[in-house]
């Protein structure tokens, strides 16, 4: 069983952990953002196949965060 210390230990590095990568995850989702929206702007058959690559690439980063969230949720007590 953990002590207080422990616990309160795990909660201050985890609180680090979001608050060092947070900047970095805005501009990645920011991003991802951006390329859907100018996906949806655009007009032509050239821009629908490229609108139809940025979809796959959006998708695909968004699907990507979602594995690496189960995935450290599955060990979350490995890591710490």
């Not at 795990?10 to 953002?33: D, N, S, T, W």
Request: net charge neutral.
């Amino acid at each position: 069983m953990y002590n207080f210390f422990e616990i309160v230990t795990k909660i201050l590095h985890v609180y680090k952990f979001v608050q060092a990568v947070r900047p970095l995850m805005a501009f990645c989702v920011f991003g991802e953002l951006m390329k859907l929206i100018l996906a949806t702007m655009t007009s032509g058959v050239f821009a629908f196949f490229f609108s139809f690559v940025l979809a796959f690439e959006v998708l695909y980063f968004f699907l990507q965060c979602y594995i690496s969230y189960t995935f450290l949720t599955m060990f979350f007590d490995v890591m710490f």
